[in-house]
């Protein structure tokens, strides 16, 4: 058998019908840029979240650093994030002028370590930026309160984290901003580049409606320096039929999940760990093994595809070296980075396939 790490063209075999409607429908129109389409999409995205206001932008980078100029980020203004994510959290910073302060996770979520966070707050630190990693969310309760105390300001990354709860609220609205991107393989993904910003601040969402095209209040009259950032008709389509099936695939994921956690539980394999009380909607399953070579090797040549989320962490990746980090600064990062391995997790993988997948490593280990 041959698994894929993700397939979407299942999808869109699946939907071939409303897809094919949704490009005839918008070319027919001929309205393909900040029209009704988005419209309806950032409306129904703000509801499904319990967020005031939704931006569509063109993708979560974009998203992240508007969010970062919105809220008035200066050069050398600080902003607390982790090492353990996609390189954009961090090009966003870097893009936006400000400096990228790293610090640890926590061994058991692997997400931000919120005591971590105090020891690194400076007079320059503007913004704290957790990343709800794999679609596990943050510890929000404890990250809030630093904010709070220290006066910060709270953008979150959910780009793998569509539809996760923290005690029953959905994460991107509990601080300033949240992040969401809508890249195909994500949880809510585009059929092409997307992003999206939900915020409760009547004024942010107003900006960063400027700052996504050229600062423009009116045609062609510019009140402030802006950008061009936005979530084109055709996609935004695609999500607001795509945002209907959200529940229905995190739910689908969730049960693909179970059945790894169950039947995995007793080989020498490390299990994703989060509190029963936070909703994980399983962007992907990451689990730890040993001999993680041996292991993926083993399962390519079984036909399964495997991938490593993320092989080198960002402070040690050479286009950082100037925020001179060294080996050993964030050690629990650090070590998660060579023992993870992610296998796969899609809502069109089929159940034939995960129990091949849970036999494989099975193999593996006897
Ligand atoms: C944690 C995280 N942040 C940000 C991004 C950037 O998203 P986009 O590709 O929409 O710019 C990604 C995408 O891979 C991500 O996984």
């Known amino acids: 058998m041959k698994i894929p790490f993700g397939d979407l063209s299942r999808q869109y ?20 840029i900040l029209s009704e389409h988005l419209l309806s999409f950032e409306t129904n995205f703000a509801n499904y ?6 931006v569509g932008v063109g993708s979560a980078t974009e998203a992240l650093f508007l969010a970062l100029k919105a809220i008035g980020i200066k050069d050398k203004d600080e902003v ?26 926590k061994k058991d979520t692997y997400n931000i370590d919120p005591e971590s966070i105090k020891n690194r707050i400076t007079s320059k630190t503007k913004v704290l930026m957790p990343v709800h990693l794999y679609g596990n969310p943050c510890d929000m309760g404890k990250i809030m309160q630093i904010a709070h ?4 300001k709270v953008i979150e990354d959910c780009a793998q984290a569509h539809g996760a709860e923290y005690k029953g609220k959905k994460v991107g609205t509990f601080g300033d901003f949240g992040a969401f991107s809508f890249y195909p393989s994500k949880n809510l993904g585009a059929n ?34 802006g ?23 995190n739910l689908r994921r969730k049960q693909i999940a179970k059945r790894y956690m169950n039947e995995l539980s007793k080989l020498p394999i490390i299990l994703p760990s989060y509190p029963s009380d936070n909703k994980h ?29 993320y092989p080198v962490p960002i402070h040690l990746q050479p286009a950082y070296e100037y925020l ?28 034939r396939e995960v129990e091949y997948i849970i036999k494989s490593i099975k193999k593996f280990y006897n």
């Open 13 to 32: 075999k699946k939907y071939k019908k409303e897809f094919d409607h949704i490009v005839s429908e918008v070319l027919a129109n001929g309205s393909f």
């Open 49 to 54: 979240l319990g967020s005031k206001f939704a």
């Open 80 to 105: 607390i994030t982790v090492a353990n994510t996609a390189v954009p959290t961090v090009s966003a910073i870097d893009f936006a002028g400000a400096t990228p302060v790293f610090v640890d996770i």
């Open 149 to 152: 105390d220290c006066n910060l």
């Open 192 to 225: 092409g580049d997307a992003g999206m910003l939900v915020t409760d601040s009547e004024e942010l969402a107003k900006k960063i409606k400027l700052l996504r095209n050229y600062g423009f209040e009116d045609r062609y009259k510019s009140i402030l320096r």
């Open 227 to 249: 950008f061009n950032s936005r979530l084109d008709e055709i996609q935004a389509a695609f999500l607001d039929f795509k945002l209907t099936k959200l529940d229905e695939w």
């Open 281 to 309: 909607v399983f962007h992907l399953f990451v689990i730890r093994v040993s001999q993680r070579k041996k292991f993926m090797n083993f399962l390519s040549r079984e036909g399964i595809s495997t991938i490593i989320h």
């Open 324 to 351: 001179n980090y060294e080996k050993k600064d964030l050690p629990v990062t650090e070590k998660l980075a060579k023992e993870i391995v992610s296998i796969p997790i899609f809502p069109d993988l089929e159940d």
